[in-house]
């Protein structure tokens, strides 16, 4: 102990205080009253529990089945799996003209990005900026519709002008 320095020392001494302190609180006897307090909020909770369940019905649940599928249906204001960009593209896409087309230009260039196939026995489905469609879905952009699906390509059809574009997949 003579080697020790004054820092040890204290460290120590503070860890000896700090047992005593834990076998006094460990070793002194605890009151009873903890026995008579756990049977009053058994009760309690039981009462609570036979209230709550007195107010469930099966209506209930079928009112909660119907408002989980009511809010599923619902149109999301964000879809939640497309990315930002496909995202940014679809909502400008999806914004009505705010002045009508001058005589003489063009209609404004729609683009397309066929991402992937997905072909379940006789359904074949496409992912189109990245939303998935099958064969004879209307477009997210108003006007389109998607007519044929193939691995290599999809073709889709403008309702107004009766115009098809060929969109080829892109790796």
Known sequence: MANLATRQ???????GIAVLYAAVDFLTPKKKNMGVD????TEELNTFVTTLSAGMSKDAAKSL??????????EWAKDPFLD?????????????????PKRGT???KIAFSYAGYIELGRKR????????????DALDIKGYVLKSVSP?????????????FTVPLEE
């Open 152 to 164: 290599a390509k999809v073709v889709i059809v403008n309702l107004a002008t009766r115009a098809m």
């Open 125 to 136: 489905m496409a992912i189109i900026n990245g939303i998935e469609y099958r064969e004879g």
């Open 65 to 74: 089945g119907s408002l989980i599928f009511a809010r599923a249906e619902k």
């Open 106 to 108: 063009s209609a404004p």
């Open 38 to 41: 756990v049977k009053q909020k």
């Open 9 to 15: 020392k204290i460290i120590l001494g503070v860890m």
């Open 84 to 100: 930002e960009k496909s995202l940014k593209a679809w909502i400008k896409a999806k914004e009505p003209l705010k002045e009508p």
